[in-house]
Nanobody
Framework: EVQLVESGGGLVQAGGSLRLSCAVS????????VGWFRQAPGKEREGVSC????????YYADSVKGRFTISINNAKNTVHLQMDSLNAEDTALYYC???????????????WGQGTQVTVSS
């Protein structure tokens, strides 16, 4: 069973940066897609960024393109989400997830972490 643990969330001022990490255990993720999703109060879950370790394919939501960068540390079974130029609209609970088949446009993946809160003050 795959287990995911997110870290790196916190409170940051608008314009600042945070780096989220997702540690994957129980299986190597070289055959899983890995995604970062977020959900703000009263809003639906949104796919923020996804990566396929198999071929390096990435996806970014339009709202984060040019500001967020997803990357993999294979040696540590960890996926990072570097978030720069944060604004108040980025405030949400951020989750990482893995799945063998689905991609960022589908919000129901098979395994999820507990989430890490990101709060951006304006």
């Amino acid at each position: 069973e795959v287990q995911l643990v997110e870290s790196g969330g916190g409170l940051v001022q608008a314009g600042g940066s945070l780096r989220l990490s997702c540690a994957v255990s129980g299986d190597t993720f070289d055959h899983y897609n890995v995604g970062w999703f977020r959900q703000a109060p009263g809003k639906e879950r949104e796919g923020v960024s996804c990566i396929s370790p198999y071929d390096g394919k990435t996806y970014y939501a339009d709202s984060v393109k040019g500001r967020f960068t997803i990357s993999i540390n294979n040696a540590k079974n960890t996926v990072h989400l570097q978030m720069d130029s944060l604004n108040a609209e980025d405030t949400a609970l951020y989750y990482c997830a893995v799945d063998l088949d689905v991609w960022c446009d589908y919000p129901y993946w098979s395994s999820w972490g507990q989430g890490t809160q990101v709060t951006v003050s304006s």
